[in-house]
T-cell receptor, first 112, second 109 residues
Framework: EAQVTQNPRYLITVTGKKLTVTCSQN?????MSWYRQDPGLGLRQIYY???????DKGDVPEGYKVSRKEKRNFPLILESPSPNQTSLYFC???????????FGPGTRLTVL | EDQVTQSPEALRLQEGESSSLNCSYT??????LFWYRQDPGKGPEFLFT???AGEEKEKERLKATLTKKESFLHITAPKPEDSATYLC??????????FGAGTTVTVRA
């Protein structure tokens, strides 16, 4: 089954404690991206990657890092989380041939 | 800067009462306009991609249309299972995707 998986699905942490949210897709897609979703603000792109070792900033990259060492994985790293990073995070992937983007189930992060 | 504005923010419909959602946009070099459906607590689910003005796509009770400045999502004779938040997004020439805030549709039986 074609899917995008994220882990963990729920995470409560404290300010300053480094964390990583993993994302994996099994569709051999070139393009992957991370979004955060906040009430009234919609989905905002954090980082995206056009292919392995190619990453670029989205609209809200501050406080986040990403890496793309393998085609299937695109982890999101928060080196020093702060309360304003409390949000619902989505990973997504798509084939550059079809433009159809598939989203993961989401990770709800709370930073205390 | 690319902008996507969806209206209304919320829409309450009676079962069978057709209506339309609006997505107006400004983007540098439109590569595509996308519609997604999102259920509470879940990731957005792809519905349609539109590439050029005049294009239309249909799926069950949903029909999406595109002009040079806006897109409409028409819901014909909706059912309670059509209740969801509908998201519009535009992709610019640099492949960046910008989303609107969404329209939350509630269909009452």
């Amino acid at each position: 089954e074609a899917q995008v998986t994220q882990n963990p699905r729920y995470l409560i942490t404290v300010t300053g404690k480094k964390l990583t949210v993993t994302c994996s897709q099994n569709m051999n897609h070139e393009y992957m991206s991370w979004y955060r979703q906040d009430p009234g603000l919609g989905l905002r792109q954090i980082y995206y990657s056009m292919n392995v070792e190619v990453t670029d900033k989205g609209d809200v990259p501050e406080g986040y890092k990403v890496s793309r060492k393998e085609k299937r994985n695109f982890p999101l790293i928060l080196e020093s989380p702060s309360p304003n990073q409390t949000s619902l995070y989505f990973c997504a992937s798509r084939s550059t041939a079809t433009d159809t983007q598939y989203f993961g189930p989401g990770t709800r992060l709370t930073v205390l | 800067e690319d902008q996507v504005t969806q209206s209304p923010e919320a829409l309450r419909l009676q079962e069978g009462e057709s209506s339309s959602l609006n997505c107006s946009y400004t983007v540098s070099g439109l590569r595509g306009l996308f519609w997604y459906r999102q259920d509470p607590g879940k990731g957005p689910e792809f519905l349609f991609t539109l590439y050029s003005a005049g294009e239309e796509k249909e799926k069950e009770r949903l029909k999406a249309t595109l002009t040079k400045k806006e897109s409409f999502l028409h819901i014909t004779a909706p059912k309670p299972e059509d209740s969801a938040t509908y998201l519009c997004a535009v992709q610019a020439s640099d492949y960046k995707l910008s989303f609107g805030a969404g329209t939350t549709v509630t269909v009452r039986a």
